[in-house]
């Protein structure tokens, strides 16, 4: 499995950057800032907050896809150092597909960005 740009698309490609890129005890992925879409479960308004996520998108090879047909599974590891682990959204995506991300109001744990 390997990090691949473009994110979304080459549009986007400027605003990426290259993660962990000066340490060697991780493997380099590209990323794109992306904004965040929560949603009020009371009154279904919707806000969107610039830059509140990260977005990365990955390419399998040949024989990733031969083990995930096989029956393997995909795993996440998150370093959280020590905190509760943030929410993430995983997708299978097409070529220049871009993931839903939605996420309740009260299921956020920090405060809005003044």
């Not at 907050?49 to 390419?59: D, I, K, Q, S």
């Not at 896809?65 to 996440?76: H, K, N």
Request: one cysteine or more; a negative charge.
């Amino acid at each position: 499995m390997q990090s691949i740009s473009p994110v979304y698309s080459e549009a986007e490609v400027p605003m990426e950057k290259t993660l962990a890129l000066d340490q060697p005890q991780f493997k380099p992925v590209i990323s794109l800032p992306v904004s965040i879409e929560i949603i009020n479960p009371k009154t279904f308004q919707r806000k969107l907050l610039p830059n509140w996520g990260v977005a990365l998108r990955f390419e399998f090879s040949d024989e990733d896809r031969a083990a995930i047909a096989a029956g393997g599974s995909l795993v996440l590891t998150e370093i959280v150092f020590g905190k509760q682990m943030t929410p993430i959204n995983l997708q299978i995506c097409m070529p220049g597909e871009k993931p839903v991300f939605q996420m309740a109001e009260h299921d956020m744990q920090q405060g809005e960005p003044n």
